[in-house]
């Protein structure tokens, strides 16, 4: 089991400073778990993730995705402010519920000196049901 290197309430002082205009006061994201292996991140429910149809929108659940890989990524290596989005694959499986929160399940399949790959499980509300599955990969800086 890795050991991580930034707790959550590490990484949510790191996104309020470094983010502060998607993770400032009032930012309905939540990390709930992040160990160095695996993190998970709640996005509470708003009416601006719909979509018309009152689905849950692709780029909401890309987004929540994309943000779980980076806390799960940052759990692992420390507070490496440039570490990028390289590639996202989402596969969209069900509909998100309107009204619900969406769970995002992020774990790393491999953490290398410059790469780091990982997926992510999108889930809405208490369904054990994946609405979404991402595979992702982040470039790492030379720090």
Do not use: W
Not at 48 to 61: D, E, Y
Not at 108 to 118: E, H, T
């Amino acid at each position: 089991m890795a050991v991580a290197k930034m707790s959550v309430a590490e990484l949510e002082e790191f996104l309020r400073r470094e983010f502060p205009q998607a993770f400032g006061d009032g930012t309905p994201i939540k990390i709930e778990r992040a160990d160095g292996e695996s993190c998970l991140v709640r996005e509470r429910f708003g009416e601006r993730m719909l979509r018309p149809g009152g689905t849950v929108s692709g780029p909401t659940l890309m987004a929540l995705a994309d943000c779980a890989m980076y806390v799960v990524l940052l759990s692992a290596i420390g507070p490496v402010g440039l570490a990028v989005t390289t590639n996202l694959n989402i596969n969209f499986l069900r509909k998100g519920v309107a009204g619900q929160d969406v769970l995002a399940e992020a774990r790393l399949l491999k953490l290398g000196k410059r790469l780091a790959v990982g997926e992510v499980t999108l889930s809405s509300g208490d369904s054990s049901d994946p609405i979404a599955h991402v595979t992702a990969t982040y470039s790492i800086p030379n720090t």
